[in-house]
């Protein structure tokens, strides 16, 4: 059973450009969760997906970041017009339906660096 | 506002002895308290979780304590190995769906 699978691994932006990054959640979970690490910082919760639903973006920027978690296909999380704030470790999670953030299974993250 | 505290940035501590790390809080009311473990470039690994009704909780040579009247929790690696050198991550849960995380300790055990 794969884990959590996060790519790309690495993404470097110039200012201005868009990143796109992807999660597929291990198999048989249908939440969702994003969470970004910045350097010397703890993870701070961005976003909480369910299959075509989000569930609670109390923790996402108001602007240029959106996410979504299609029917089929893996979760994006988008960063428009990226600036060098946003550079930072992009960590997903996912967790089986009924369990909410009790039992979240991570990714290995992507590091995103904007230049 | 709401803040969680690890106690310390580093630790280093002898093979065989054990670690003691600490987390704090203010200002929450957890449902309950994870740790995980952070490896350089890895996403964190779940170890233990414990509840607001729990003292403690103990898995292998890990323990968890959960003091909600001190609003701390105490997790504790005996016998501890290089091999569990790493940065160590509480997080609080309020409800359901997203974890608070505290900053971590990065844990050095030297052979």
């Known amino acids: 059973n794969a884990g959590v699978m996060q790519n790309p691994r690495h993404l470097v932006r110039r200012r201005g450009q868009e990143a796109r990054l992807r999660c597929s959640p291990m198999?048989?979970?249908?939440?969702v969760y994003w969470y970004r690490q910045l350097p010397e910082e703890g993870l701070k919760f961005m976003v909480y997906l369910q299959k075509e639903n989000i569930i609670d973006e109390s923790g996402m920027p108001k602007e240029r970041f959106s996410a979504e978690f299609p029917k089929e296909g893996p979760s994006i999380l988008r960063i428009q017009q990226v600036v060098r704030g946003d550079s930072a470790a992009y960590f997903c999670?996912?967790?089986?339906?009924?369990?909410?953030?009790?039992?979240?299974?991570f990714g290995p993250g992507t590091r995103l660096t904007v230049t | 506002s709401q803040k969680i505290e690890q106690n310390s940035e580093a630790l280093n501590i002898q093979e065989g002895k054990t670690a003691t790390l600490t987390c704090n809080y203010t200002?929450?009311?957890?449902?309950?308290l994870q740790w995980y473990r952070q490896d350089p470039g890895r996403g964190p690994v779940f170890l233990l979780l414990?509840?607001?009704?729990?003292k403690e909780k103990r898995k292998e040579r890990l323990k968890v304590t959960f003091d909600t009247t001190l609003k701390q929790s105490l997790f504790h690696i005996t016998a501890s190995q290089p091999a569990d050198s790493a940065t160590y991550l509480c997080?609080?849960?309020?409800?359901?769906?997203?974890?608070?995380f505290g900053t971590g300790t990065r844990l050095t055990v030297i052979p």
């Open positions: 414990i509840r607001e009704n729990e």
């Open positions: 997080a609080l849960a309020t409800g359901a769906n997203n974890l608070f």
């Open positions: 200002n929450y009311s957890p449902a309950y």
């Open positions: 999670a996912s967790s089986p339906p009924g369990t909410g953030a009790y039992e979240q299974y």
């Open positions: 198999k048989g979970h249908s939440h």
